[in-house]
């Protein structure tokens, strides 16, 4: 049975750091791509993060020099570091692992963690 179980959200006054992570089970970690996705309410789902198996990331402009992704394929995690944030970054923010296999794709989610930047 696949898991990722995101942890590390919370509220944070603007200009502020919070640290996400997301805990894998039941996949080959190594050989997905990890993402960070949020979703802010009346809003759709957007990519914020994604570092594929092979260590490329990319960002959502919004995000960059704010926001790093890293991951640490011994303990199956990855991570979001979120630096100078703002009103704006207020959303529900969700893991993703996504791998290509023959004939299909693999697509796993978390249940989502949320982030609220209020003074």
């Known amino acids: 049975q696949v898991q990722l179980v995101e942890s590390g959200g919370g509220l944070v006054q603007p200009g502020g750091s919070l640290r996400l992570s997301c805990a894998a089970s039941?996949?080959?970690?190594?050989?997905?791509?990890m993402g960070w996705y949020r979703q802010a309410p009346g809003k759709q789902r957007e990519s914020v993060a994604i570092?594929?198996?092979?260590?490329?990331?990319n960002y959502a402009d919004s995000v960059k020099g704010r926001f790093t992704i890293s991951r640490d394929n011994a303990k199956n995690t990855v991570y979001l570091q979120m630096n100078s944030l703002e009103p704006e970054d207020t959303a529900v923010y969700y893991c993703?692992?996504?791998?290509?296999?023959?004939?299909?794709?693999?697509?796993?989610w978390g249940q989502g963690t949320q982030v609220t930047v209020s003074s």
């Open positions: 039941g996949i080959i970690f190594s050989m997905h791509d």
């Open positions: 570092m594929s198996s092979g260590g490329t990331t």
């Open positions: 993703n692992a996504y791998r290509r296999v023959f004939l299909g794709t693999h697509n796993y």
